[in-house]
């Protein structure tokens, strides 16, 4: 059930919406998106302003034991299973995100962090080491190692997440009983912005159902729709907001987006 927010744009795709990177700089969303039925997972990436793909349904050689892990600057970063009885063998597949064309890899490496320039992470050749590779050659750094920040950006938002027993799950959890008679359990995401209240919230309905409701501070119902049901656990990130829109995957499978 919709209120006053205005669908900007929906996008079905085939096979679960596994994982989704905002690039807010580049107008950009990459999304990973697994086919359980064929052992695939393809990639995609988004320019959401436009409405149109940069590139869409891209596999890469490895067409399972693959995922999409970070990316820096106008690299792509993809965590590659090399033994998969082992799965703390991984190793680093870096792809240009304009053309999808493969410019290095690392055999023997864990991403802990990103920025635009480097990438640090864990190399278990000689025991463990922790080490810095430059993004655009994928060369290992020498020295003192750079610190890593990541950069925040000023039209992108993520929620809290707040477990059932905690002060704040308890005070959201006593409006939603008071306002809207819903009874909210495990635990809850929750964001305001701009004039706004977001809530991502579990039910008890056939398992878990999840549902993202949008308030005014005024307490009108902006938006009430379910994301998914019939769950075994709960999500994280289970919308954000991106240059003015609230984004979200319903489904599993459905990329949707209102305006705000």
Known sequence: MSGSLKRKFSHRFPGIVWNTIALPEKDIILLEVRNHERKQVSFSAWQYASDLFLWQDVTLDELWWVNLSAAAGDVVLFTIYLDTSNPDKKGLLAYSLHDTKLLWWHNDFSILSV?????????????????VLDVLTGKELAG????????KTANFFKPSLYAEGTAYFSTVKTFLESGLN???????EYLEHDGRIFISYYVQENGLANYLLVLSLAGEVLLH????????????DTFFILAGCVIFVKNKCELISYFL
Do not use: F, R
């Not at 635009?116 to 922790?130: A, F, H, M, P, R």
């Open 115 to 131: 920025n635009d320039l480097y990438v640090n992470g864990i190399s278990t050749k000689t025991g463990t080491k922790e080490i």
């Open 144 to 151: 003192a190692l750079p610190e890593l920040q990541e950069k």
């Open 182 to 188: 819903l009874l909210p359990v495990t635990a809850l």
């Open 225 to 236: 729709e379910k994301l998914d049901e019939s769950l075994k656990g709960i999500g994280q």
